[in-house]
């Protein structure tokens, strides 16, 4: 997806008056393949960034980066500076490709099996290494067979990863796993062939001190196989987050029309979308999506726009009005001429917002992954200077390796690495029971900082159903029959604001004969012997109802006998449990703020009701992400929550993004939390459980390390042999895991 974007003002930023008129810029993103840690993501910027004048953004979430770069770089030089790191990249094409490719699934697919073939593997070797009572003659081969396969075919994508990074001089956590689950294994064989250990009736035995029993007699086939699983699993939970990353852009493709009925002459043709040209022209009937965006040649209809704009009042068109695709016609026949088609039209523009935002969002790096830059090269000398202390000390070699295994086992990240998935997986299962779910631990670090809510006003605050609001009759009219009237003529149409005032009524309506519709006008029709009409007002308003016509509030009138008798009001009505969910946003002490694209005094009306006292209205469907990014250059860190089409860029620009799960699907897959319940409550009621599960992450990676730091230097010393070593981490492994199941009492 490369864009021209160099100018002259733009080039200042990069270079001299000089230069901006002879190199421009440009933009292109790549799709990157080989990244196992936030580190990755990091290496590959400052490659990309030691390219004169190139900036780099790399997400570790969506494997993608957002490079810009001057008129004077190729996109083959951006990729051979990836692929120099050790990594792959190929450029986004300018047509978003939806859904995950072939290989990214295969890659998912084969994660899992080795997940499931090591855990069936493991539990066994583990099972028996760790009960006495259970080791037969020749247990010890048999755990070593089916360690072989963990470690090597299980453990494959550690040991690949650690390779790569140590071609580069760089050491992450897959480092630390590969080191220590091979130096486990390699003292395991040696002990197995040229030690004791191989021995007919070889047991375990259990001791906290080196020395008292033959190093050669004990094998660390279990910490191996455990370890390796662990990590599989964090890894395999982690592979399916990343895959949802395109869901955003899949879901805003598939609210757009699949085909359109084409005229060519008077002859229509049913043709898929990507066959409608400009100027074309084709029918859109009752209940259809408009294909794409045009003008409307002939016909009239209420258009639901709600998906697209979150209007939540239906537009009605007739010829020569501009409508958009993906919205819906509701109840007239339409003939449209195709105006914009492909990227050009505006929901491929909202899509393209998302993608932007997406790939603009900085990569938060797993603090496990911002530790083992320090920790992980600290281990390896550590051990290495084990090996030779002890051996320059003067003990045996097979004690100064049992040693500097026990260091590199004790080391091995397990719980730092459960830390982070046993947290998440504990809290967004607390939150799926509560209806909110949450997407990563990303999405829980960017709630602490959470200071501004936007919301969106239809949907959101309010149901998105019309409801009426008021009747409100002439002088000497009745109220009651007002309505009588209109909701037995309005019961015989399909529009919204018609179904509105008819289900008012509700199932006691009068019947109707000579029904008619004027479009774009209203409906007519006689009813218990008058002539009635429903619509837009004329010039024949009574004084009294003036008011109601032009405060701005969606109003129809109803007349008989070429009277104007009455007036109806009708309002996509609040939530009730909007303004107790805003009272307890502002309890958390953040700032709610409405953000709609219906008319201003529509909107101050609702903010009124629920106790919001910031409004921006009017905002057209992309214009939302850019009031977002607005407010946060405020310094403002803004949750937006929405459930609209409409909405999804600028969920995607928010700090946090929370989607109503009863919205479209476009905003709940941009979004970082839904609310599977539609309830506004559940925004403050996602907050807590976010932080939560945060603070309970941080609780288990401080726990965890702490641990490493304590234990490292009595594995050094000879305090720990490596089978109690691996004993400890278990320990610490499960430490970690009943932290994270307090979060199951979260309320």
Known sequence: MRRNVGTADESRNVGTADESRNVGTA?????LGGMTCASCANRIERKLGKIDGVTATVNFATERAHVRYPSTVSTADLVAAVQSAGYTATPVPEEPEVGSTDSEAARHDSLGLRLVVSAVAALPVVVVSMV???QFDYWQWLALALTTLVVFWGGYPFHRAALINARHGASTMDTLVSIGTLAAYGWSVWALVFGTAGQIGMTHEFTLMLGAHDPSGQIYLETAAAVTVFLLAGRFAESRAKRRAGSALRALLDVGAKD????????????????LRVGD??????????????????????????????????????????????TVDTDGHLVVRAEKVGADTQLAHIAALVTQAQNGKAAIARLADRVSAVFVPIVL?????????????????????TAAVAVLIVACPCALGLATPTALLVGTGRGAQLGILIRGPEVLEQTKRIDTVVLDKTGTVTTGTMT?????????????????????????????VARAISAARGTDLLPVTEFGSRAGVGVVGTVDGVRVSVGKPDDAVPAELREVFGAGRTAVAVAWDGVVRGAITVADSVKPSSADAVAQIVALGMTPVLLTGDRPEVARDVARQVGIDRVI???????KAAHIASLQREGRAVAMVGDGVNDAAALATADVGLAMGTGTDAAIEASDLTLVRGDLLS????????RATLGTIRANLFWAFAYNVAAIPLAALGLLNPMIAGAAMAASSVFVVGNSLRLRRFR
């Open 468 to 496: 009426v609001d008021a009747v409100v009759p002439a002088a000497g009219e009745d109220a009651d029959r007002v309505l009588a009237l209109a909701a037995a003529v309005e019961h015989a149409s399909d529009h919204p």
């Open 381 to 401: 000398v550590i051990a290495a200077l084990t090996l030779i202390g002890w051996l320059v000390t003067g003990h045996a070699s097979t004690e100064a390796f």
């Open 683 to 690: 925004v403050p009621q996602a907050i807590r459980l976010s």
């Open 27 to 31: 933009d292109v993103d790549l799709d």
């Open 617 to 623: 209205a009017g905002v057209l469907p992309d214009e």
């Open 260 to 275: 359109a009925t084409v005229l060519e002459g008077d002859v229509e043709r049913r043709v898929p979308l990507a066959a």
């Open 281 to 326: 022209r084709f029918v859109v009937r009752p209940g259809e999506k408009i294909a794409t965006d045009g003008v409307v040649l002939s016909g009239a209809a209420a258009v639901d726009t709600s998906a697209v704009t979150g209007e939540s009042v239906p537009v009605d068109v007739t010829a020569g009005d501009a409508v958009v695709g993906g």
């Open 132 to 134: 006495p009572a259970l």
